[in-house]
């Protein structure tokens, strides 16, 4: 044909329109086929297939300028709006010989939602409007098919009643089943034109009992009504819920296509079909679909029959089908990409009614993305810009059968996607019962209102993670992604009741041993057991290749957070070039340590005053615990030989490592009471003091970080000795640790030189001893605006930055991270007092400008200083850009983040704006 398909990308300028032009509505064959921001993606398609000659059906669009006026209007038709919708409509009945409303030959539109972005069954649809109880008539009439009529007017009063005039689907439902069971079937083909007339005429008077007033039969009002329903869906929960959860701006609006009615219920040479040009599951190359003879589309999409493969098409429709192939032959290559394509058979004659780019599982993106490069069809940056971050991160984590999911139900409740993948087991409601049933081979999930530090020996054996509050970098979400569990958070609609060890959601109860699943990818809770899928990233070939693209592409380095040797190995295997962070704080809570932790703490406030006593006891826990420093900074460095290892020293104020004071108090209380004795109850007012002691008004501020190496320096110097010691004796066995030690919370000059003078003579005297050299350095964790201000002078004596964004956004807007996003977080991000988390992805006005400054000042006084990031931050794709665009040397995130990471930094190399469509 001479006429060519012409995908294409606009700017801001053309999104909008033009407010003096004032052009809300465009004929297909006239429309900038290239301006999806203008006409959404299904007006786009159907205007650029008008303009290539494919069979596409007239039509016309109202632009999604005009949704945007429609809604600041107050849901009034912007100035003009109608008159052209209506100059447009003499248009299409000119080219379609038939006129909306004409009792003798009736005119038949589809009245379409389609944004920018696609999102799938989010907004409404609205099929053949124009039918009254006269054009039904004239229609049965020109068709020669009086239950074909009847059929299409009884789905227009169900779909219309439905969606714009706000009838429950369930009771619309209910009246059409109602009507099959007094006719003996099971299938709606099987009722005839009179059982059809009877349950139109139900549905109509429902449709009056329900809203007061009777069906509109004005087919002009009935257009005008379900052109404001499709831009009213543009603001419905499914949708604005949709739009947050991938991330697309809510101010894109809706374009509304009105099409010219085809049918494929006409009868046996009638049909209708969704395809994709590859198969979106596995990517494979081949025409994979379904399609429903004798049907409309939402019988397809809704489920209403069970379609049968499009392979069966070839069979049924030989030449049609021949035809459709080559269509979408000729659409995948124009647009360069999967094409999702709707179609419908009107006696014998193929109908193209949409082409976009088809949304696809993880694995399907990357295949298609490697295999397009292999054809030739794109080249290798394409394919890195195309593959989106949760394509990558979906790959690689266990995920529900799909058969097995579709079975399943519905889910009992929804909260946050804190931590993606699928998991499967035994609800339990206390971490003491997570680690018993576990250590005896059950799966179990933690349900917990929320989590704390004290409850993550509960949580490290479970195979999933579910709080009722919280969000997605709540303590619970933090600790799942770092051991690369799934994580549902913030579930509020699900009453997590600890003291009855039981859930509660939507009807459905379950108590301890109940099985459970998680779907931490999209947040859903299912009661019982689904089966799962396990990844193997060795089997993932493609992903591997893409991958290694990613990291010939990429400029910043990607680490890993990890704090165990397994879970260093784990991230080495998925691509980390080096460790940023080790915290060694979680090693005091590992089995058989928190004796020696809680006496070295009780021990040292005495210690200090001079207690001789107490400093034999002090010194006794250091040399302990030492012992198992140094084993753990053995394993940890020996898995990463050769590469950088990151090495915060003890970050947590020490309270966090004792019993709870209220605890405390009433077991001491009632101790008293019953006046009880004994070195039991000793030791618990030993640990109620010490813990009233430590007390502090606000302990994220308090006697932390580098404060607490400052006023307890033997603590960090035994962790230092540790380090030392582990690394001398790697050197020694032939291996190349790289150890880099830092000071965490640092916020002046004198902190930063202070620990570093006394720290460095402890290493050098290890390396003295054992007669052996390693290479180290010590450098500042920037957590506080201050450093970011002074970071000049912090440079003079820090060899490295790592920017702990988690602190550093607390500390910069002055919100406590678990009490925001507790309390008023989600009313700032629905009212739009935040644009994003800035503590899921990266405040670039605040803490990022915070973050540039200080890598400027920091470098001109150290041009060599290495910067990277250890926060949450690290593994977010936006955040990623960031810290490309800032010139930090690496990003440093959860090991099961490491190759979304690799993706999105390769992405920032090549200027591409990571998105989570």
Aim: charged content about 25%.
């Amino acid at each position: 044909m001479a006429v060519e398909v012409t995908p294409g990308t606009t700017s801001d300028s053309q999104r909008n329109g033009s407010a003096a032009e004032q052009t809300w509505v465009f004929m297909a064959e006239d429309a900038p086929a290239a301006n999806r921001d203008l006409l959404g993606g299904k007006g786009a398609g159907l205007a650029a297939m008008t303009q290539a000659g494919l069979p596409v059906p007239p039509a016309f669009t109202i632009t999604t300028a005009a949704c945007n006026a429609y809604q600041s209007a107050g849901q009034q038709f912007p100035s003009g709006l109608w008159d052209q919708t209506l100059a447009a409509l003499k248009k299409l009945e000119a080219k379609s010989g038939k006129k909306l409303g004409d009792a003798s030959d009736p005119l038949l539109v589809s009245v379409r939602s389609g944004a920018r972005e696609s999102m799938p069954g989010m907004m409404d649809t609205v099929l053949n409007l124009g039918l009254n109880d006269e054009t039904v008539q004239g229609l049965a009439r020109q068709t020669s098919n009086e239950r074909f009529a009847w059929d299409a007017y009884r789905r227009f009063v169900g779909m219309f009643g439905r969606i714009v005039l706000g009838v429950a689907g369930e009771k619309i439902d209910h009246a059409f089943d109602s009507a099959k069971s007094r006719a003996g079937t099971k299938q709606d083909t099987d009722l005839n034109a009179q059982q059809l007339r009877a349950v139109t005429q139900e549905l109509k008077e429902l449709v009056q009992n329900e809203t007061g007033q009777p069906f509109p039969t004005d087919v002009l009002k009935q257009l005008e009504l379900a052109i404001k329903a499709v831009f009213n869906s543009w603001m419905g929960k499914r949708a604005v819920d949709y739009r947050n959860q991938f991330k697309i701006p809510h101010d894109l609006g809706t374009a509304v296509s009105v099409v010219t009615m085809v049918f494929g219920n006409m009868g046996d040479d009638s049909g209708t079909g969704v395809a994709f040009t590859r198969n979106p599951s596995t990517g494979k190359r081949e025409i994979y679909g379904e399609f429903l003879p004798n049907a409309q589309g939402e019988d397809v999409v809704a489920g209403i029959r069970t379609p049968i493969t499009i392979g069966k098409m070839r069979e049924l429709w030989p030449d049609v089908y021949q035809q459709f192939e080559q269509i979408a032959d000729r659409l995948e290559k124009t647009y360069k990409d999967v094409q999702d394509l709707e179609f419908t058979v009107e006696r014998g004659k193929l109908y193209m009614l949409q082409t976009r780019n088809a949304k696809r599982t993880g694995k399907a993106a990357v295949v298609t993305a490697v295999e397009m490069v292999s054809e030739g069809v794109i080249t290798r940056d394409e394919a890195l810009k195309r593959v989106q971050p949760m394509h990558v991160q979906q790959i690689l984590v266990p995920q529900f059968d799909p058969e097995a999911l579709r079975k399943s139900g519905a889910p009992i409740g929804q909260g946050l996607a804190a931590s993606p993948g699928a998991a499967v087991g035994k609800v339990v409601f206390d971490p003491d019962r997570s680690q018993q049933l576990a250590a005896e081979g059950e799966p179990v999930v933690l349900a917990r209102r929320e989590t704390s530090p004290e409850d993550f020996h509960g949580m490290a054996p479970a195979v999933g993670i579910l709080t009722s509050r919280g969000g997605s970098s709540s303590h619970a979400a933090v600790v799942a992604r770092q051991m690369g569990k799934p994580c549902i958070a913030g579930a509020e609609e699900i009453n997590i009741d600890v003291e009855r060890q039981q859930l509660t959601a939507n009807g459905t109860t379950l108590r301890e041993g109940d099985w459970i699943s998680l779907d931490g990818t999209t947040g859903q809770v299912f009661a019982g057991r689904i089966p799962t899928i396990a990844p193997d990233l060795e089997r993932e070939t493609e992903l591997l290749t893409l991958l290694k693209w990613a990291d010939d592409t990429r400029k910043i380095g990607v680490w890993a957070n990890a704090d165990t040797p397994d879970e260093v190995a784990r991230a080495r295997s998925l691509g980390a070039t080096g460790v940023g962070l080790v915290r060694t704080e979680h090693m005091f809570r590992e089995e058989g340590r928190p004796p020696f932790v809680q006496e070295m703490i009780l021990a040292a406030p005495d210690a200090k005053r001079g207690d001789s006593a107490a400093r034999a006891r002090y010194l006794k826990s250091l040399d302990t615990l030492r012992e198992f420093q140094t084993g753990d900074f053995y394993g940890i460095l020996k898995a990463m030989d050769g590469l950088p290892v990151v090495i915060r020293l003890i970050d947590p104020p020490l309270h966090e490592f004792l019993p709870k004071h209220e605890k405390l108090l009433e077991e001491v209380t009632r101790a008293d009471a019953k006046d009880e004795t004994g070195p039991e109850v000793d030791e618990k007012r030993r640990l109620l003091e010490a813990v009233s002691r430590l007390h502090e008004q606000n302990p994220m501020l308090g006697l932390r970080g580098c404060r607490l190496g400052i006023l307890f320096p033997e603590i960090v110097e035994m962790q230092v000795k540790a380090i030392a010691m582990a690394a001398a004796k790697l050197k020694k066995e032939g291996l190349n640790p790289i150890p880099e030690i830092m000071i965490p919370l640092v916020g002046t000059r004198n902190e930063m030189a202070l620990e570093r003078e006394r720290l460095e003579g402890v290493v050098k005297d290890v390396f003295a001893s054992q007669g052996t050299d390693v290479a180290y350095k010590f450098g500042a964790c920037m957590e506080v605006p201050r450093a970011c201000i002074v970071a000049g002078q912090i440079a003079e004596t820090a060899e490295f930055f790592s920017y702990g964004t988690n602190d550093l956004t607390q500390t910069s807007y002055g919100y406590s991270r678990d009490d925001a996003e507790g309390k008023f977080l989600g009313e700032y991000l629905k009212e739009k007092v935040l644009p994003h988390n800035p503590f899921e992805s990266i405040d670039r006005e605040g803490v990022g400008e915070l973050v540039r400054m200080g890598i400027e000042r920091g470098r001109k006084q150290r041009p060599s200083l290495e910067v990277g990031i250890c926060g949450e931050q690290g593994g977010d794709p936006a955040s990623v850009a960031f810290c490309h665009d800032v010139g930090m040397n690496y990003v440093s995130c959860a090991p099961g983040r490491i190759p979304v990471a690799r993706l999105a930094a390769a992405q920032a190399a090549l200027g591409h704006t990571p998105t989570d469509r």
